[in-house]
């Protein structure tokens, strides 16, 4: 399979573990690929474009989960076998946990870590907003209160214009997801959340522990939903420890 639209890097020479990066609604994966600098050689950003966004504008985006999953694991087989690890903000962060799960489920190759961000726990997710379905300026309005979009931007009525079906097909991948019951993941799970963040309920966050047999640990940040931007250093940091502690976990012992 040719991995070329989906996924956005600079190689490494000699990575020992890939980071597969999933965006929030609206996102654009070029967004992840200066996190290289901050993650070090041995760690390979993967920054997973969808449809819809960059380069790939002119396709349809994905608006059901269960289509964008049998989507997505193809991407992740097709690369060589290196150890491989999740990260994903939000949106992504469902995302990247249902395709953790699916991977599980088929006995395919599964990630050595999975790391969520700024998301509610899926059993705990508050009811949805049915943002998809708002008008073109209270969704607008919306996107301004959480603060992940540059005023220029949403101020650009044009661009907005050419930018909104996407975000509305994101925020029906959101609200019209069903947390489905299913085996438990076996894999360590570390949790980000910001102080400030109103999106999600604190308890919400702590109940990600749930989900997986390994241990989960949660991080908190200062900043708001987007505290991902405001404490990227900060970020990089947690991520980098929590993933080279997995990849020294594969070094056979002499």
Known sequence: MNTLPWI???PMRTPRLRLF??????GNAIAYLPWQAGLGLDIEV?????PGRGARTGEAPF????????ALMPVVGALDELPFAFFGHSLGAMVAFELARRLQGLGLAQPEHLIVSGCAAP???KPPRQL????????IETLREYNGTPHEILAHRELMDLLLPTIRADFALVETYRYQEAPLLALPLTVLAGRSDDATGPASRTQWQR???GPCRIEWFEGDHFFINDAREAVLAVIRAALLHEAQAQVPSH
Not at 21 to 26: E, I, P, R, S, V
Not at 132 to 139: E, F, K, V
């Open 123 to 125: 059993r705990h997710r």
């Open 8 to 10: 956005l890097r600079h």
């Open 63 to 70: 608006s059901c989960m269960e289509s964008l999953m049998r």
């Open 46 to 50: 993967c920054a997973v474009q969808l």
């Open 132 to 139: 998809h379905l708002l008008p073109a300026d209270a969704l």
């Open 21 to 26: 990066c999933f965006c929030y609604a609206g």
């Open 211 to 213: 989900e997986t047999l």
